[in-house]
Every structure is written in C-alpha cells, then in structure tokens.
C-alpha cells in the first residue's frame, strides 16, 4: 500500500541515537552507526522522531510500504514497560490518532497493562504502579527502636507490572516468589529477600501466564540478571510458577542458574525435592 512513512539520509545520520529514544513505537534502531528504520510495520507516518534529529536527517515521504499495526507495535514495545507504553499513548493522542489509541487501550486492557486515560484522552500511568528505587533504605536490619525493617528494595513487584528497563534489576541475583510465600515463611524478609530485587505472581489465579514468560525471558535476555531464585508454595499447584520459569530459562538466548525453594504450609522448608 501508499502510505506516508519516514525516511533517513544516511549522509546527514551521526548515529547519536536520538530519534531512536524519541520513536515511541521502537521502530528506529542504531545499526552499525546509523540511524535505519527496522520495521516499516512499526512506524506510523506521524514523524515524531523527525524534530529529535539534531542533523535533519529524517523526512516523511509518501511511498509503497508495508501497512502500519497498531497491534503489533504494542507487542514490540510492551516489554519496554510503562513509561514506553505511556510515551505511545500520548503519541497517538497529541496526533489526534483516536483510532489507533481507541485500540491500543483495548489491547493493553486485554494483556493486563495497566493504563488509563484522563480527560480528554490524556494518557497516564496509576500511582500504585509507578517505578520506585529504595535500595538505601533496605539495607537496615532494625530500626532505632529495634523493630526490623522492611527489605524490599522497588515498587512494582508484581510480575505483570514489572519492567526489564528497572535499574533495580539490572545485573542482579532476583527472586519470583508465589504470592502466598511471604505470608507462610516468618523470616521471608531476613532470610530470602534481603538484597535481591523482587518480582511474585501466582500461577493458579493469575492470566496469561505466556506474557510471564515474556516478562522472565526479558529478565533473563534484557536485564541480564545473574541468576533467579524461585520460592513456591508445597502445594502442586504452586509448582507451574517453578514450570514457567523453566520454560523461560529454556527461551531466553542467555543462561542463567535458576534455584527452587519450597515452602511447606506450616513455613518451613521442605527439603528433598
């Protein structure tokens, strides 16, 4: 089909990257130095890239191209997390893409990506799942007044609302934990969490347990996190989180060891298998 769509002199590229940064649809990528768009199905035409460009390397021009998915864009930046997601969402509605933003919010409702609107359309993410770094504050036993500290380390923990991008989880040893561990095991904290970022879900209650492995591959692949300690429940149930984060391992280009805890219900451990 003719559609508008951007394009790149490559003479005036610098390969700085920032219209990279600046494609909320990650359809600009730095290869070998240059500025080259990657996935015609990604860009949408709008050129929100074109006033990031320091050198005027990029144009709009009308020509044969693939036709651009809103569907498939919101798969290839999901993992980029909330902020890119939000990025998008504004993107769409400042160019008045009512359309395209009326599906890209039904597409994030249906993958459990939580955002939501404001008036006017005005896209935003909720407070409770916002980015937050306190590891300074977690490394604290006891309080003054001898009570212990909490050893979380960031918000969200969720798996669904966690993010590759976290510095927090960049490099580090990470622990998947089955919702109802922490409430079982009495020293979870001094024992297990201390020092590790964190991410729980529950393989029996919680959907699309496909976009957890994504979420773990991303850990694993994006994150280049060091190794994942996964602490379940005895139940049998309990045991698809250990599964898919198997399967996860299995997926991901890098390796990493991957350690099972298992915690009985009365909050110990359960040794031998």
């Given at each position: 089909?003719?559609?508008?769509?951007?394009?790149?002199?490559?003479?005036?590229?610098?390969?700085?990257?920032?219209?990279?940064?600046?494609?909320?649809e990650g359809?600009?990528?730095?290869?070998?130095g240059?500025?080259?768009?990657?996935?015609?199905?990604?860009?949408d035409?709008?050129?929100a890239?074109?006033?990031?460009?320091?050198?005027?390397?990029?144009?709009?021009?009308?020509?044969?191209?693939?036709?651009?998915?809103?569907?498939?864009?919101?798969?290839?930046?999901?993992q980029?997390?909330?902020?890119?997601?939000?990025?998008?969402?504004?993107?769409?509605?400042?160019?008045?893409?009512?359309?395209?933003?009326?599906?890209?919010?039904?597409?994030?409702?249906?993958?459990?990506?939580?955002?939501?609107?404001?008036?006017?359309?005005?896209?935003?993410?909720?407070?409770?799942?916002?980015?937050?770094?306190?590891?300074?504050?977690?490394?604290?036993d006891?309080?003054?007044?001898?009570?212990?500290?909490?050893?979380?380390?960031?918000?969200?923990?969720?798996?669904?609302?966690?993010?590759?991008?976290?510095?927090?989880?960049?490099?580090?040893?990470?622990?998947?934990?089955?919702?109802?561990?922490?409430?079982?095991?009495?020293?979870?904290?001094?024992?297990?969490?201390?020092?590790?970022?964190?991410?729980?879900?529950?393989?029996?209650?919680?959907?699309?347990?496909?976009?957890?492995?994504?979420?773990?591959?991303?850990?694993?692949?994006?994150?280049?996190?060091?190794?994942?300690t996964?602490?379940?429940m005895?139940?049998?149930?309990?045991?698809?989180?250990?599964?898919?984060?198997?399967?996860?391992?299995?997926?991901?280009?890098?390796?990493?060891?991957?350690?099972?805890?298992?915690?009985?219900?009365?909050?110990?451990?359960?040794?031998?298998?």
């Open positions: 089909m003719k559609r508008k769509i951007i394009t790149i002199d490559e003479e005036k590229c610098n390969g700085c990257g920032v219209c990279a940064s600046g494609c909320p359809a600009i990528q730095i290869i070998n240059k500025a080259k768009l990657a996935a015609e199905i990604f860009c035409g709008l050129g890239c074109i006033g990031q460009c320091p050198e005027k390397a990029i144009s709009i021009m009308e020509r044969e191209a693939c036709a651009y998915s809103e569907k498939e864009t919101m798969k290839n930046i999901a980029g997390g909330q902020e890119v997601i939000i990025a998008h969402l504004k993107h769409l509605k400042d160019h008045g893409q009512k359309e395209y933003l009326r599906e890209a919010m039904d597409l994030s409702a249906d993958n459990n990506i939580k955002v939501s609107l404001l008036k006017k359309g005005e896209a935003c993410s909720c407070p409770g799942v916002a980015m937050r770094d306190f590891p300074g504050e977690a490394q604290i006891e309080a003054e007044d001898g009570a212990r500290k909490s050893q979380l380390r960031q918000w969200p923990v969720q798996l669904h609302l966690v993010s590759a991008q976290a510095p927090y989880f960049q490099g580090k040893d990470v622990l998947l934990c089955a919702d109802c561990v922490a409430y079982a095991a009495a020293d979870f904290h001094k024992d297990y969490l201390k020092g590790k970022p964190l991410a729980i879900a529950c393989p029996k209650l919680d959907g699309d347990k496909e976009r957890y492995i994504e979420k773990i591959v991303g850990l694993i692949d994006k994150a280049k996190i060091k190794s994942l996964v602490m379940i005895e139940v049998p149930c309990c045991g698809g989180l250990l599964y898919l984060a198997q399967q996860a391992c299995d997926k991901a280009k890098n390796k990493i060891p991957i350690t099972c805890i298992k915690v009985s219900l009365k909050g110990g451990i359960v040794r031998g298998n």
